[in-house]
């Protein structure tokens, strides 16, 4: 009876446990900076350091730096042959080629100013940027709290959605999307035509990464985890450093940077 009983007491207890998602590392390099941007398709690692970015692949590196625009604040790689770089403080962003010649530098203070369709307006004040699709660039005005689309050959910029209620902490672009947390970390996503959809409520986080439409990583108190609010499941990424600093995912490739080293990890996503 009383192994029985023990039995019961057993099964009835919760799980403190949260399950696991294993990373298996494929490649590390020593490696020090202020930040850690991402990666690319092409073995490539992206970071600034002292206000200079970099691209590196852990043997040969490439360095891009424009002091005269203040501090970089956000760096978009998503076509790693089109790079984003933008300087909120002279709301400035400089387009940079795969090897980091500058292509184009565009001021946000002079829409309008070079041929093509005029603009719906004479200016935005940009405080979110990001590539997008077709020759344009997602771009989120706080003068009018709106998301929109800018046209980098037209120098044009056009709301795509209705002025925001709440302001973001976090944000994500790519082709297709615009995704971001709000103050309340409810978790949002626009696409090209402008149609807001609620994704689901995240919680606190250091540092985040959506992974799809309904899952994400994020890393709070040094502890990765991957959650999917579709399939109502939390797992602990395991195998990885525990000194995490920042990180990336696409295409299953999973990297983390501790400040002093990036590693890659295959990871298989459920």
Do not use: C
């Not at 203040?70 to 795969?98: A, C, H, M, W």
């Not at 100013?113 to 344009?136: D, F, K, L, W, Y």
């Not at 309904?214 to 040094?222: D, E, G, S, V």
């Amino acid at each position: 009876m009383k192994k029985i009983a023990l039995l019961l007491l057993l099964l009835t207890m919760p799980a403190f446990s949260q399950p696991k998602l294993y990373a298996v590392a494929q490649s590390s390099f020593p490696f020090t900076a202020d930040a850690y941007v991402g990666s690319d398709g092409f073995g490539f690692h992206y970071f600034i350091n002292n206000n200079v970015f970099i691209k590196t692949d852990g043997i040969k590196s490439l360095e891009y730096s424009k002091n005269s625009l203040g501090k970089l604040s956000r760096v978009d790689i998503e076509n790693p042959l089109l790079i984003v770089l933008f300087y909120e403080n002279f709301n400035t962003v400089v387009l940079l080629d795969n090897q980091l010649n500058e292509v184009k530098q565009i001021e946000f203070s002079k829409l309008g100013s070079t041929a093509g369709s005029p603009s719906q307006q004479n200016q935005i004040v940009a405080h979110a940027v990001g590539m997008a699709s077709q020759n344009r660039l997602w771009v989120y005005d706080s003068l009018t709290q709106q998301i929109g689309l800018y046209d980098y050959l037209k120098n044009s910029w056009i709301a795509v959605t209705t002025p925001l209620k709440e302001s973001f902490n976090f944000y994500q672009t790519d082709f297709n999307n615009f995704q971001w947390t709000d103050a309340q970390s409810l978790w949002y996503a626009t696409d090209i035509f402008g149609k807001i959809q609620t994704l689901g409520k995240t919680p606190e986080f250091d540092r985040i990464r959506f992974a799809s439409g309904t899952a994400f990583f994020y890393l709070k108190n040094n502890v990765l985890n991957l959650q999917d609010l579709k399939a109502n499941t939390v797992q602990t990424i395991s195998g990885v450093d525990k000194s995490v600093k920042n990180f990336y995912y696409k295409d299953q490739i999973l990297a983390i940077f501790t400040g002093s080293a990036i590693t890659n990890y295959k990871i298989t996503l459920p």
